[in-house]
């Protein structure tokens, strides 16, 4: 006793410390010393009651009633009276009217509007569309005749550019082209091409061009400076600038010339 009198706290701790490792054993083997064992209560076994379906009612036989005899006072109904309205007939189709198929004489014109005729290039006769100081409004007519099928040219008439159609070989069908063109005040006229300028006049022609685009553009800048100009089409687009008298064609040239431009007389 004396020993744990004077070592009672080595034994305590010893205590302790053989404690907390006796815990950690238990915790990791799963012995819970202190849990109360689980009784699990089964249920008592009791006579199974087998549950029968119920039984199925009876039905009572089909009792089918007797025909009965029709009595010698009925009379029978009226039957309805339908009225069957008649269908009315499909039309029958209209056959065609047989085609005239008599060939049209070169001569005359159709009804409808005619087709552009092939120009003669040896022919004497053409067609007058129009005349136009500006040549621009003279290039978009011809433009204009062109994509409807006229063979249309440009050519000078004076100061004005004239749009021309043709030539065509005979009369009678420069005549039926300008009948067709009537809403332009086409004419007839005869001649081998453009009319000469007057007597002591001549035109002095500064460009000729493949694209119009480019014809009017140096038509424009002509224009600009005060210049009278008019535009030919005969295969290339030729700018010329007239007609100009022949003690102005100096003066002329000399305007044209400081617009960096060369003019060539042309009678």
């Given at each position: ?80 009276v339908i009225t069957v309205l008649p269908l ?35 022919g004497t006769y053409r067609v007058a569309v ?138």
């Amino acid at each position: 006793m004396r020993w744990l009198r004077e070592n009672w706290l080595d034994f305590l701790i010893f205590l302790l410390i053989a404690l907390v490792a006796a815990g950690i054993v238990l915790y990791l083997t799963g012995i819970n010393p202190f849990a109360r064992p689980r009784v699990s209560a089964s249920p008592m076994p009791g006579p199974s009651v087998t549950s029968s379906p119920p039984p199925s009612p009876v039905q009572p036989p089909k009792v089918e009633p007797a025909p009965q005899a029709p009595s010698p006072e009925a009379k029978p109904a009226p039957e309805p009276v339908i009225t069957v309205l008649p269908l009315p007939q499909a039309p029958a189709e209209a056959k065609p009217a047989p085609q005239d198929k008599t060939p049209a004489s070169p001569g005359r014109s159709p009804a409808s509007a005619p087709a552009p005729s092939v120009p003669a290039p040896g022919g004497t006769y053409r067609v007058a569309v129009g005349a136009f100081a500006n040549p621009e409004n003279a290039a978009r007519l011809r433009q204009e005749l062109v994509q409807k099928g006229y063979p249309a040219r440009l050519e000078p008439s004076g100061n004005l550019t004239r749009v021309v159609v043709g030539p065509y070989a005979s009369e009678a069908e420069a005549k039926r082209v300008a009948e067709a063109l009537a809403a332009y005040g086409a004419q007839v006229y005869r001649g081998q091409g453009a009319a000469p300028p007057a007597s002591g006049t001549l035109y002095l022609q500064v460009g000729a061009f493949q694209k119009e685009e480019n014809a009017l553009a140096l038509v424009a800048k002509l224009r600009g400076a005060g210049l009278p100009v008019v535009l030919v089409k005969d295969g290339v687009y030729r700018v010329r600038v007239g007609p100009v008298a022949e003690e102005e064609k100096e003066a002329v040239k000399a305007r044209v010339q400081a617009l960096g431009l060369e003019a060539l007389e042309v009678r």
